[in-house]
């Protein structure tokens, strides 16, 4: 019943040619198209508020798009900018207390508002979504294939057994292998790419018009991502349907948008062809965007250029532009009223910006308008420019020899019995010398945390040695840990989970102080809040009246407080936006020259290891790929898991990233519970394939050992020379 | 899963022994059935008691290991021992295990049936009118003892009946003795009998499982696939009862073994102000009369129905969640 009358609404449309064509321009109709088609999708003037009354929250403020069939739209904005929201609103899936004004129309039918069997039968018939989560977007308690079956049936009349070959099929167009045995499986079974196909499949089941994907690959690691990102393009062209993708990366759009939207503070504030906002930005917001992200291509020569403060809330909202407290080209005519978005330089490019025009006329870059910081960071690099004694002179500071970390898998309540080890890190090598930058990389599961956790617990590990500042973790007395502690101090990952709620900025800060001894700490809270770019008075406020960044200030200033020689940074700046991730990691860099620090630094991100790290080692299932000097390792990876990796990050530039080779990884990581023998990467190694036979039985029957292929770079492939070769 | 249930098997016979066998020591060494002879007129010769309670395998004087095999051995041939009255122990628990599981058995089906859809909508309409009055009359259940609430059944039953001038509920016993009538009217008569003590079990279980269900539900609807059920194009409705409730009924069936333990006590107060002789009654009974086969029996039936409870709950655990059955 559901699909005739949604067959009746289509061929409604087909007669009216679509309502778009007759009604006003739109405000925010980007025309990069000749001959542009009727777009299946229209949003305009779409007000989104939660709550009433003086507490409302206006969480999108006359946002509006248009896609037309075929065509890929990128949203861009950070947390709170009200972009998730907007795709909320379209599909009709808000909470009831949200109140939504405007026009969603779908090809040509006005769908806001409209009763709930209308919007079942649009929903994941002329539009599906694709959700930011795999790991919780499917019930864990059907079968993967019956939930796909189910989405098929909801719309379409046919048997079970139909629908579920159907769902069959469509697994396999997603890339599931064995897919008609894989179908059987329950979501826990899949791995989170496998899952977020497992989605895709469902978005795509009845053949959508559009489809909405909310950072799609956001909880995924860059392989995955590269993976899922291809898997999207496979269901575009099978369906043809009009993609609306919301994320934060800029890489991800530059590369598979054709039009990108930047929202800001529940509005858009720049829309255009990828080209133009990304190479003609006239937005000073979007400038920020493009010029705070750490690039892959880039080394840390280039300082990153923050946006000064933190987005506005949306229940306090100043009353002119929502940037102009963050601007640095604010004029007070910012301040008085709101602009709308007026076009800019080629057709379809639209900036709300009351400068936009001189922007437009003097050609500035946004290394002009950020200018002035820009300056200053380059002062910073002179003084670091300098280069302190060759590395082999520095003083060690972390030494890790052979590191082991095994896990019991056991099995039985009465009886436990050991079935099977984890071996979570199985034999890692690497060192830190004086005032440098380790950046430990890898995707999820391939050790790095397990690691990190070794070194904090300065105890002597399973197997292997650890020696911090010259002690050996296996004979350290109480007294040494104590005095090592105070040597060695860590930023963790969430700011707000590591801050103790209940404390005041003074007491967080004062704590280690006073732990070691410290009697008058009050000159030295106050110190390291200036040192970290917090102000004094800050010290009286509890953790919750700060922003995130402003958090991970506090907890670098708690790290900082006992002058630590050793700083280690887990995942510091992934819990972060863009915008505010490039101040901390400016405040970490600039830390690091000032007072000597040196840092072991986890992260999943290569483009922010490579910003500020002097060098990397990748870890790939509990070993070691490759290490060495960070620019060497970014530049001339030898490991063919590092050219992967590397390869799949995206781009925040339109055309190298159209242009780049991809090297896309088959399948998942392996299960550390049962390691491939021989090389761990040979599984999924591209360079494995293409070798002939006899060569592999190398891979498959001998551990390959990191080895040294220059100064400063090891490498633990056999066949590593071939792969440079090539 | 043959294999997993096996498993369980194993585990809960060695449990109901454990569970049996302590509760004979403990009774067997707190209860003192000599004291049901002293101070009778004329005295009874400490030697003929002696020889009774010897007979009785009940004597303080043999050593407690030494009752304790003897009762064990006895056990193992499925002979519970004999009362202080000398009747058999198995004979009696036996009818009395019917009358308590009729009363459990239906209880706790209308109680957590009654509870878990109570809690569930009122979850889907969180704050709403019937949320409010369904947490209201919960917490109102749960802090009324079962004596009171029993008893305000009871009081309500009979106003009722003389509004309707009929006895239509009947509020003692479990049958009424002596019914002229066939089949059916036994069936009725038995079936009136039954809905008080039901509904005073039930409601307090409801009211448990009303709040604990409401709790699941309201963590299920946040997340992720419900969204993803209702943007393939599924109703709200259909969304909640094949998504959302499904998903959120699998602690609900955990927390079934735990419940039907209380129940086994909680009855013990219903039978007694009803009327029903069944196995509470006759615990309570029995310890007060230095009865030790007796308590070790029920203790034993009771560990028993705890341990089926926990079985029905994994095998519909199991039945419910992929994850347990597959992991």
């Not at chain 1, 890929?72 to 950070?78: P, Q, T």
């Not at chain 1, 045995?181 to 795509?204: D, T, Y």
């Not at chain 1, 050609?363 to 002009?368: D, E, H, L, M, V």
């Not at chain 2, 249930?5 to 585990?11: E, F, G, I, S, V």
Request: hydrophobic share 45%.
């Amino acid at each position: 019943m559901t699909s005739e009358r949604t067959a009746d609404a289509r061929s409604r449309n087909g007669r009216t040619g679509g309502h778009g064509s007759g009604a006003a321009p739109l405000p925010l109709r980007a025309g990069s198209d000749p001959v542009p088609a009727d777009p299946v999708l229209e949003v305009r003037d779409l007000d989104i508020t939660f709550g009433r009354g003086p507490g409302a929250v206006r969480a999108v403020r006359g946002m509006g798009y248009a896609v037309r069939p075929g065509e890929v739209l990128g949203i861009v904005g950070e947390s709170g900018s009200g972009k998730s929201v907007t795709s909320l609103a379209v599909m009709g899936l808000l909470p009831p207390h949200a109140h939504v004004t405007g026009s969603v129309r779908l090809r040509g039918q006005e769908i806001l508002g409209a009763p709930e069997r209308t919007l079942t039968a649009f929903r994941g018939r002329t539009v599906s979504m694709v959700f930011q989560d795999p790991l919780s977007a499917l019930t864990p308690v059907y079968r993967v294939g019956d939930q796909i079956a189910e989405a098929v049936r909801v719309h379409q009349r046919i048997g079970a057994a139909q629908a579920a070959r159907r769902a069959v099929e469509l697994l396999d167009l997603v890339g599931i292998p064995n897919a008609a045995q894989r179908a059987r499986a329950f979501p826990h079974e899949f791995s989170g790419g496998m899952r977020q196909r497992a989605v895709i499949a469902m978005a795509i089941a009845n053949d959508p018009d559009v489809i909405l994907c909310d950072e799609p690959t956001t909880a995924l690691d860059v392989t995955i991502q590269a993976q899922v990102l291809e898997v999207l393009k496979t269901a575009q062209r099978e369906t043809g349907a009009a993609i609306v993708i919301i994320t934060h990366d800029l890489g991800v759009v530059a590369g598979f948008a054709d039009r990108v939207l930047v929202m800001y503070a529940g509005r858009p504030v720049e829309v255009g062809s990828v080209d133009e906002v990304y190479y003609r930005t006239r937005m000073p917001y979007t400038m920020g965007l493009l010029g705070s992200i750490p690039r892959l291509d880039r080394g840390r020569e280039q300082p990153l250029v923050p946006i000064e403060g933190s987005p506005p809330s949306p229940a306090a909202l100043p009353p002119g532009c929502p940037f102009e407290p963050r601007c640095p080209i604010a004029v007070p005519a910012c301040a008085e009223s709101e602009p709308e978005p007026v076009r800019v330089g080629s057709p379809g490019h639209l900036a709300a910006c009351v400068r936009s025009g001189e922007i437009e006329a003097e050609g500035w870059s946004p290394a002009q308008i950020y200018g002035m910081r820009a300056v200053a960071s380059t002062a910073d690099t002179a003084v670091r420019g300098e280069r302190p004694r060759p590395r082999g002179e520095r003083d060690l500071v972390l030494a890790v020899d052979g590191l082991v970390k095994h896990y019991p898998l056991t099995k039985g309540t009465l009886l436990r019995r050991r079935v099977g080890t984890v071996r979570a890190v199985d034999g890692v090598s690497f060192d830190i010398r004086e005032g440098e930058t380790l950046g430990l990389v890898g995707e999820s599961g391939c050790g790095k945390t397990t690691t990190l956790m070794e070194i904090l617990e300065l105890a002597a590990p399973q197997g292997g040695g650890i020696t911090v500042l010259g002690h050996d973790t296996a004979r350290m007395s109480a007294r040494d840990r104590m005095a090592v502690r105070r040597d060695m101090q860590v930023v963790f990952q969430d700011p707000l989970a590591s801050l103790d709620p209940r404390m005041t900025v003074h007491d967080i800060l004062a704590e280690p102080l006073r732990a070691h001894g410290g009697r008058e700490v009050g000159p030295r809270v106050r110190e390291l809040l200036g040192m970290v770019g917090l102000e004094a008075g800050h010290a009286a406020r509890y953790p919750q009246d700060f922003s995130g960044g402003q958090r991970q200030r506090i907890g670098i200033a708690r790290a900082l407080a006992l002058e630590p020689r050793l700083v280690v940074l887990d995942e510091p700046v992934s819990a972060l936006d863009v915008s505010i991730q490039a101040g901390v990691l400016n405040l970490l860099e600039e830390l690091r020259t000032r007072l000597g620090l040196s840092y072991l630094l986890v992260a999943h991100d290569l483009a922010v290891v490579r910003h500020i790290a002097d060098r990397v080692a990748v870890m790939y299932l509990g070993r070691i790929a490759e290490i060495g000097q960070a620019d060497r390792v970014y530049d001339a990876p030898m490991h063919p898991y590092t050219r992967a990796l590397l390869s799949a990050v995206p781009l925040p530039d339109p055309v190298m990233e159209r242009s780049r080779r991809r090297i896309l990884l088959e399948g998942d990581l392996p299960s550390p519970a049962d390691p491939p023998s021989g090389c761990r990467f040979r599984t999924r190694c591209p360079l494995f394939r293409s070798l002939d036979e006899a060569v592999r039985r190398r891979c498959v029957e001998e551990e390959p050992q990191v080895r040294r292929l220059g100064d400063d770079h090891g490498v633990s492939c056999h066949f590593a020379e071939r792969l440079g070769a090539e | 899963m043959a294999g997993f249930l096996a498993r369980r098997l194993l585990n809960y016979l060695v449990l109901i022994v454990v569970a049996t066998s302590l509760a004979y020591m403990l009774a067997a060494s707190a209860l003192d059935p000599r004291s049901n002879y002293e101070g009778r007129n004329p005295p009874i010769p400490p030697a003929v008691v002696d020889a009774r309670l010897t007979d009785l395998n009940l004597n303080d004087r043999t050593p407690l290991f030494e009752r304790y095999l003897t009762w064990a051995g006895a056990l193992a041939h499925g002979d519970f021992g004999r009362t202080v009255a000398g009747g058999s122990v198995g004979d009696d628990l036996g009818r009395r295990i019917g009358v308590t599981l009729r009363l459990i058995t239906v209880g706790l089906l209308v109680g957590s049936v009654t509870g878990v859809l109570v809690g569930a909508y009122a979850a889907v309409k969180q704050y709403g009118a019937f949320d409010r009055l369904s947490t209201a009359l919960s917490f109102v259940v749960l802090a009324v003892p079962t004596v009171v609430l029993a008893n305000i059944l009871i009081i309500a039953a009979v106003r009722f009946n003389e509004a309707v001038g009929a006895q239509i509920l009947l509020v003692s016993g479990e049958a009424t003795p002596g019914l002229q009538g066939g089949f059916a009217a036994a069936g009725i008569d038995r079936i009136q009998h039954l809905l008080l003590p039901t509904l005073s079990l039930s409601l307090g279980l409801a009211a448990v499982y009303s709040r604990y269900q409401r709790n699941m539900m309201l963590d299920v609807l946040g997340a992720d696939f419900i969204r993803t059920a209702m943007a393939k194009g599924l109703s709200r409705r259909a969304a909640l009862t094949r998504h959302a409730l499904r998903t959120a009924l699998i602690p609900a069936v955990t927390y079934f073994a735990f419940t039907f333990g209380a129940l086994l006590v909680g009855t013990t107060f219903t039978e007694k102000i009803f009327g029903w002789h069944g196995v509470g009654e006759q615990l309570v009974d029995s310890i007060s009369t230095n009865d030790i086969n007796t308590v070790a029996a029920i203790s034993c039936f009771a560990a028993l129905a705890v341990l089926l409870a926990a079985l029905a709950s994994d095998v519909l655990h199991a039945v419910l969640d992929p994850r347990v059955r597959v992991g």
